[in-house]
């Protein structure tokens, strides 16, 4: 993934130029992968750039034309002629146009909370040589993770956790409550990874380091609750702005020279993407995965043809291509993200060579209205005990593959570890779901949600993407998402708001069924009732079309394909040796999962193959 790492240090003990090379060396993963470094003269001061040849492909850093500031930047901004005619309103002159440039004047005119007067996806380093301190900053949300390790006068930051091991004074020491968080959600929580003193770089923040007295800050310059409520704003008006919104984003960032892409799925986030797309010669290229006839790739094949998309399939007929793209996904999550999420990994190369980014509707259902997190439980809950409890059951049972339960728990680690973990990650949850109690009642559990599963979880599907291609985000467009967490709950509520965009704004669509259960997405309600009623009396007729629900069948690929390598590592000796797991109650897992007799078991196995991987690659 493109980004900027970079090490200072107080006491002048480390080596710099060895540090460069190697986090450089460990953060290219292909060959079309480039790096820019800097050593500040005098200074104990090393920063570099990481990238993958699509965005700012000019050399970096950008130094200011007195030598005092040097900038190196990650991602993209957006609305740089309106950010120019106030930079030069303010005196300030841009050499050209590259957005490290334009950063650069930005902090000029604006100082350290520059980041809240542009608009784009980045993480932006500026070492100041006069002052002898590093800002760093990064978008309202934090789209291109980035991790840091300060202790004792020294900081060093990275795009991947390997990039921040690079420095030898780092330790590798396992974070006890995010192995617990793991093993009960299948992710982490807030800013915590695997290792104790590396944290995630929080979204819309800026952080200085002092290089004088090695002190470290770090502060928000924007946060959700300074969306303000306008509950004036009627339905039908809801409709009209929120697609004039959504299709200004989509255009927004599609007026390049860069090829566009989209993974297109059978639902609605991607579909409606695909749609806004601006009329363009060659036209977008669409590109879906999943076993041959499933859900997905039938309803994506209508989309692509009734848009005129260039569209490709990839097939996962079985579970060896997993055996194949393993090792890359666990390099590019770090174990963030378990095995079981690597299905758009094996698109990859190919569409490298056809387009340069992909216009994702990631985490477009959140953003327009998903039913599990606009309803009164949510929007308007009894108290806080109730409002935590549903977030619970959330993460451990509803929005991937369920999880363990309490019972389990208490039965996977040994005796030791046991009396350390159970119950760990509940107390972890409400840590980190407090700062947002004081945020606005109505939303607080969606931000939270935001910012906790969607960025520290399925984030890391665009993390994979970016090893080849760029990402970009319309759903999560300022403009966009100021206006539509200011509306009333009911707006937002059953998809209604998302069925009338999609039939105002491109209606061929509308008359496409969703992969989710075969219906149109259609606002006129009689042609929905219509067609819902036909496809349940074919249904049950055995007259419909019957086709796998699932896109990539991983509970099966552990009963065949995968089942030697997942025991191979499972009940290995180093695995026994590290004595966390109760090796016993694993084997009745696994063979509870072999019989067939449940279902979903696959949540409850896969962190665990997922943990041993990554404690063997960036522990061992």
């Not at 770090?218 to 929120?242: G, H, K």
């Not at 698109?347 to 327009?368: A, H, K, S």
């Not at 208490?410 to 350390?420: A, E, G, L």
Request: glycine content about 6%.
């Amino acid at each position: 993934m493109s980004g900027i790492f970079g090490i200072l240090d107080a006491r002048a003990e480390t080596d710099i130029p060895g540090f460069l090379v190697q986090a450089a060396t460990r953060l290219s993963h292909f060959s079309w992968y480039h790096s820019d470094t800097y050593i500040a003269p005098g200074d104990a001061v090393g920063l570099g750039r990481v990238g993958i040849g699509i965005l700012n492909i000019g050399p970096q850093p950008v130094i200011s034309p007195d030598g005092r500031l040097i900038v190196l930047m990650t991602g993209e901004l957006r609305d740089t002629g309106s950010l120019r005619r106030r930079l030069e309103a303010a005196g300030i002159s841009p050499r050209d146009h590259s957005d490290p440039e334009l950063s650069l004047c930005a902090f000029q005119v604006f100082g350290l909370d520059f980041a809240r007067e542009i608009d784009g996806d980045f993480m932006i380093a500026i070492y100041d040589t006069a002052d002898r301190r590093l800002i760093l900053t990064n978008d309202r949300f934090g789209l291109y993770p980035h991790y840091y390790y300060c202790s004792n006068g020294r900081l060093v930051f990275a795009p991947e956790v390997k990039g921040v091991l690079s420095a030898p004074f780092v330790e590798r020491k396992l974070d006890l409550t995010a192995l617990a968080e793991y093993f009960r959600f299948q992710q982490l929580l807030g800013s915590k990874t695997f290792h104790q003193g590396i944290s995630l770089f929080p979204y819309a923040s800026v952080g200085q380091f002092d290089l004088k007295t090695g002190d470290w800050s770090l502060r928000r310059y924007w946060d959700w609750e300074m969306i303000a409520p306008d509950p004036n704003v009627s339905f039908q008006e809801a409709v009209i702005e929120t697609g004039r919104r959504l299709r200004r984003a989509v255009e927004r960032r599609t007026e390049d020279h860069l090829r566009p892409g989209v993974f297109l799925s059978g639902g609605l986030d991607s579909r409606t993407i695909l749609g806004l797309v601006p009329p363009r010669t060659p036209p977008p290229v669409s590109a879906t995965f999943g076993m041959r006839g499933c859900q997905d790739v039938h309803y994506a094949e209508r989309i692509a043809r009734t848009l005129g998309s260039r569209h490709y399939w990839f097939d996962l007929p079985d579970g060896r291509w997993v055996l194949e793209h393993v090792n890359l996904h666990l390099t590019l999550t770090e174990g963030f993200h378990s095995w079981i999420h690597a299905h758009g990994i094996t698109m990859l190369p190919r569409l490298r060579e056809v387009m340069d980014y992909n216009l994702t509707g990631w985490d477009g259902g959140t953003v327009m209205g998903h039913p599990v997190m606009v309803q009164p439980a949510i929007n308007d809950p009894v108290d806080d005990f109730a409002l935590i409890t549903r977030l619970y059951g959330f993460l451990t049972q509803l929005v991937t593959w369920p999880g363990m339960t309490e019972a389990e728990e208490r039965m996977v680690y040994t005796p030791d570890y046991r009396k350390q973990l159970v119950g760990l990650a509940f107390e972890s949850l409400m840590q980190e779901f407090a700062p947002y109690q004081q945020m606005n009642p109505t939303w607080r559990a969606e931000y939270f949600f935001m910012m906790n599963h969607d960025r520290r979880s399925t984030h890391n599907m665009n993390t994979i993407t970016r090893s080849h291609l760029e990402v970009r985000f319309p759903f999560w467009d300022y403009q966009l998402i100021d206006f539509m967490y200011s509306l009333k709950p009911d707006i937002r509520s059953r998809h209604a708001l998302y069925h009338h965009v999609i039939t105002r704004e491109t209606p061929r669509l509308a008359r496409i069924p969703s992969e989710k259960d075969d219906f149109w997405p259609t606002a006129n309600r009689r042609q929905r009732q219509l067609q819902s009623l036909a496809v349940r009396l074919r249904k049950r007729l055995r007259l419909y079309p019957k086709r796998p629900t699932l896109y990539a069948d991983y509970e099966n690929y552990l009963r065949y394909e995968l089942r030697q390598w997942a025991e191979a590592i499972l009940f290995d000796t180093r695995t026994e040796q590290r004595g966390i797991l109760n090796l016993p109650y694993v084997r009745s897992l696994m063979a509870r999962h072999v019989s067939g007799q449940e279902q979903w078991t696959i949540g409850k196995i896969a962190p665990l193959i997922t943990f041993e991987m990554m404690m063997r690659r960036y522990f061992d």
